[in-house]
């Protein structure tokens, strides 16, 4: 007989976010049985939206509230939560095991990171009274769970400076790696593609840390014969209007080719993955990094700079100092070819197999044995 998991969150967001995703593939893979001995007694969550008190008075009150009285009247053998930030929902005295997903630490423990751009502030390094006070019930949370599941061993490492005596495992994001396979599934070239170009790839917001600055630079150091048959193809909402405006004001600027493809379907995306010469993700902070996961799933090369965790999911022959220009040049350089469609890669097929569903389940299961 399965053991029967009750599923917590916070607000119920969408796919279309990368924790909502996280937590909506958990539910889905329970409720298909794809984690040996484990089932999903029922998922707990409340709507988004309202003005900031009633988002307050939910956030403190009336959700823990609920999550408690729930937790009571249930049969369900453990109680997880999807998120970190969702933490103060742990019941006080919960009468079930409690594991949490964490996705980093960046709020708990904030920092900056120098750059040659300046330094850029990864988490809550200013947080205002009322945050301060949301963290503080955030930390305890995590402090009362049983088990921290922690999604990548950078974070693990931090969680176990922090709570030395706790229960941690590490369970990296999984993916349908078949799903994505280029031999199996081709999908037809992007409209915008140019195969007598070098087509680079892009995937996330222009917040600081994903350094679309720095990757215009590296661009505009390139070969200006080079240079010159090169396009950046930016997919991802646009954090506001602004950003959008000044990074494609500075692309002009350089001389540079950048292409503003925006929000795309899953699909959608996979083409691009399928048919550019590689995905470049210069990022100087991430709980994981599921974009270059994808794009080697997909047979698509990736540069990705050597910090955590992301540097955990590519080859090391990939991993590129996050402050080297040339370095970044070099390897650009040397993605030139004549091809008209580029062959997938086999490191990345190899690759991306290390973190299908079925890797993920098994290291979930033997996570949740521990309870």
């Known amino acids: ?77 453990i109680l997880h939560i999807t998120d970190q930030e969702q933490a103060h929902l742990v019941p006080m005295d919960c009468k079930i095991p409690v594991s949490i997903t964490v996705h980093d630490l960046f709020h708990l423990e904030p920092r900056k990171i120098s750059t040659k751009q300046g330094k850029i502030s990864i988490g809550d ?21 049983d088990l921290l599941i922690c999604i990548s061993e950078a974070t693990a490492e931090e969680a176990r400076k922090l709570w030395p005596k706790k229960s941690i495992a590490v369970v990296p994001h999984g993916i349908d790696v078949e799903g994505y396979d280029p031999i199996a599934y081709p999908l037809p070239k992007p409209e915008t593609l140019d195969h007598t170009q070098i087509n680079l790839l892009c995937v996330g917001s222009e917040e600081p840390r994903k350094r679309m600055e720095f990757l215009i630079e590296v661009l505009d150091a390139l070969p200006s014969e080079i240079k010159a048959r090169t396009v950046l193809h930016k997919v991802g909402s646009e954090s506001s209007p602004k950003s959008k405006e000044k990074l494609l004001k500075l692309a002009t600027e350089r001389g540079v080719n950048l292409h503003w493809v925006g929000r795309l ?32 799933a997909s047979g698509c090369p990736v540069l990705v700079a050597d910090l955590p965790a992301h540097n955990e999911v590519s080859p090391i022959e990939w991993l590129l100092p996050h402050e080297d220009i040339d370095a970044w040049v070099k390897a650009i350089a040397s993605l030139g070819t004549k091809q008209k469609r580029r062959m997938p890669s086999k490191m990345a097929l190899k690759r991306a197999h290390q973190f299908s569903i079925e890797a993920w389940s098994e290291s979930l299961k033997n996570a949740w044995n521990q309870l």
């Open 1 to 77: 007989m399965s053991r029967q998991v009750l599923v917590v969150r916070g607000g119920a967001l969408s796919r279309s976010t990368g924790l909502g995703r996280a937590h909506h593939d958990l539910v889905d893979r329970l409720g298909q049985d794809l984690v040996a001995g484990y089932s999903v007694a029922n998922v707990i969550e409340h709507e988004l939206g309202g003005n900031p008190l009633t988002r307050w008075r939910r956030r403190r009150k009336h959700h823990p509230s609920r999550v408690d009285a729930v937790v009571k009247e249930n049969s369900a053998d």
């Open 125 to 145: 390094n200013r947080p205002g009274l009322l945050r301060r006070q949301d963290l503080k019930h955030i930390r305890r949370g995590l402090e009362r769970a």
């Open 265 to 296: 379907s899953d699909i959608d995306l996979c083409g691009y993955y399928q048919h550019c010469n590689a995905l470049l993700f210069p990022s100087v902070a991430e709980g994981f990094g599921l974009p270059p996961l994808e794009s080697m």
